[in-house]
């Protein structure tokens, strides 16, 4: 990691850790300062960066977190099953605006079928949903057309909601830039990396500005400047009132996010996450 | 309408980009139209709108499979399940119709004498029928190679079937043959009544077929319940 990776991935610790947008900017400025002009490696001079972001959160604080609104996803009982096994049972989640909740647990435990269930793309065997206000979605994988552009896909996407093309663009170009994608290229959804092309789909779930985003492990494939950038977006729409559920394997997250689901039946794992809801008994 | 309109164009511009299959379809109906061409000239334009047929339901297979994992997404956006299914239908209509055009032109340059009418409403039949024929095939069977081997099986009996059989009327195309009769062999206005509403009928089936498919599939499931944000 050089020293700008570095800076940015501060800026993003930073921000993931509330603290105030001002405070964040001089405090990067000066760590700049100070790397341009004495030099070195700024993990021998600083440390790494969210042990730094952390000692100065000590010191200067948090700016207070919005309080959360009003529920906007409210999963309850959801069961299902695929023949004879149970993959969900009774699983339980309840969303507020500007909230982010973490869906975990074992590999083949229905995270992403009750991700599906929540999407309305599958019904459950038992349960119900209730969204207040528009749903986005973002699929593991797939979910872009190979032949199309990424400006195309915008267009597409923004046709739905009655967004007129040049808007739709611009807007699209706006969101995967906050990924650190420069969108407007002339490449087909099928000649993008796989990360970039999960960017993509990262960017037309969050297109429609929804109330409601669900995220079915998006980041794979990303860098780790770009894993960074993303995490630093979902705190940015999570302040903005967005509810936030992302299926993720990658607990050291945990940490920034509001809620946990764990789905992993409780014998498999004598583990449990803080703020806990629902999941199997 | 700028829904569909929107899918219509986004359906044109992925098929026009698969450079490869466009060849393909170019290449099946002439295929199918020199290799009679020594024999009858009525087997040759008939092998004709069969190919023609066959290539437009392949690209409308390919085009609804490949549009499988997107469309839930599209319904989220906001398009309801007909703007998906008529606005593909349009593309796959507007591919199938240009394609027409060389095979239109062909016989005339190859100094054919029929009519030519008759041609042009024939092939329009067979695009009419391969594009909900292939998007129906591509909505019941997810994977490709099933729904291609379907396809085959189909226009292997379509070749093969005696036309004036009572089965020959439940075949897709057979309302182009019919058609391809009256053009080339002066037949009786008869074929052309005949064909005519049997294409009109089997496209509308199949039509309805679609969206009898994707209605279910894309439908809004009873266990959600959508608030107005409060």
Redesign the interface.
């Known amino acids: 990691m050089n020293a700008d990776d570095w800076l940015r991935t501060l800026t993003a610790e930073l921000h993931q850790r509330r603290v105030a947008a001002d405070a964040a900017r001089h405090v990067v400025a000066e760590a700049a300062t100070h790397l341009r002009e004495g030099g070195g490696d700024p993990w021998v001079v600083f440390g790494p960066p969210q042990q730094y972001a952390g000692a100065v959160v000590e010191s200067i604080g948090t700016a207070p977190g919005p309080r959360p609104g009003?529920v906007r996803l409210h999963a309850a009982g959801i069961t299902k099953r695929y023949g004879r096994r149970t993959v969900l049972r009774d699983a339980t989640l309840t969303v507020r605006a500007g909230q982010i909740a973490a869906v975990v647990g074992a590999n083949g435990c229905g995270k992403s079928t009750f991700l599906r269930?929540c999407?309305?793309?599958?019904?459950?065997d038992a349960?119900?949903?209730?969204?207040?206000?528009?749903?986005?979605?973002c699929?593991q994988s797939?979910?872009?057309?190979?032949?199309?552009l990424a400006d195309?896909h915008f267009?597409?996407?923004g046709?739905?909601?009655?967004v007129a093309r040049g808007p739709a663009r611009r807007a699209g170009r706006a969101a995967a830039r906050q990924l650190g994608w420069e969108a407007g290229g002339d490449v087909?959804a099928r000649h993008l990396s796989g990360g970039t092309r999960q960017k993509l789909n990262l960017t037309?779930?969050t297109?429609?500005a929804p109330?409601v985003l669900l995220l079915d492990e998006p980041y794979q494939g990303f860098d780790q400047g770009t894993y960074v950038n993303f995490w630093d977006q979902l705190s940015r729409l999570r302040d903005a009132g967005t509810a936030i559920v992302v299926v993720t394997h990658l607990l050291n997250q945990l940490d920034r996010v509001d809620i946990v689901l764990d789905l992993t039946p409780a014998h498999e794992t004598g583990w449990h996450a803080p703020g806990i809801q629902g999941g199997r008994p | 309408m700028?829904?569909l309109v929107?899918?219509a164009e986004?359906t044109l511009?992925?098929l026009l980009?698969?450079r490869g299959v466009l060849l393909l379809l170019l290449l099946m109906p002439l295929t199918f139209y020199l290799i009679r061409r020594d024999a009858y000239l009525g087997q040759s334009v008939r092998s004709l709108l069969l190919g023609v047929g066959w290539a437009v339901s392949t690209a409308a297979l390919f085009a609804t499979t490949?549009?499988r994992?997107?469309e839930?997404?599209?319904r989220?956006?906001?398009?309801r399940p007909h703007h998906l299914y008529l606005g593909r239908m349009l593309g796959l209509w507007t591919v199938g119709l240009v394609i027409s055009v060389p095979f239109f032109l062909l016989p005339i340059i190859d100094g054919a004498d029929l009519r030519y009418g008759g041609l042009a409403a024939a092939l329009l039949c067979s695009v009419a029928v391969a594009a909900p024929f292939g998007m129906l095939i591509g909505a019941l069977l997810p994977r490709e190679l099933e729904g291609t081997l379907l396809l085959l099986t189909v226009v292997t009996v379509q070749m093969l079937i005696d036309p004036a059989g009572s089965g020959a009327r439940l075949t897709p195309f057979w309302s182009s043959r019919e058609i391809a009769t009256w053009t080339v062999d002066n037949t009786d206005q008869g074929y052309l009544s005949r064909g005519l509403l049997h294409g009109l009928v089997v496209t509308a089936l199949l039509a309805l077929g679609v969206a009898a498919v994707a209605s279910v599939r894309l439908r809004?499931?009873?266990?959600?319940?959508?608030?107005?944000?409060?």
């Open positions: 009003p269930i999407a309305g793309l599958m019904s459950p349960g119900e949903v209730t969204v207040s206000g528009r749903l986005g979605y699929p797939g979910g872009t057309a190979d032949f199309l195309e267009v597409l996407v046709a739905g909601q009655g087909q037309m779930s297109l429609s109330d | 700028n829904r929107t899918v986004m511009r992925e980009r698969r490949a549009a994992e997107l839930p997404r599209l989220l956006a906001g398009y809004r499931r009873r266990h959600l319940r959508h608030l107005p944000v409060g």
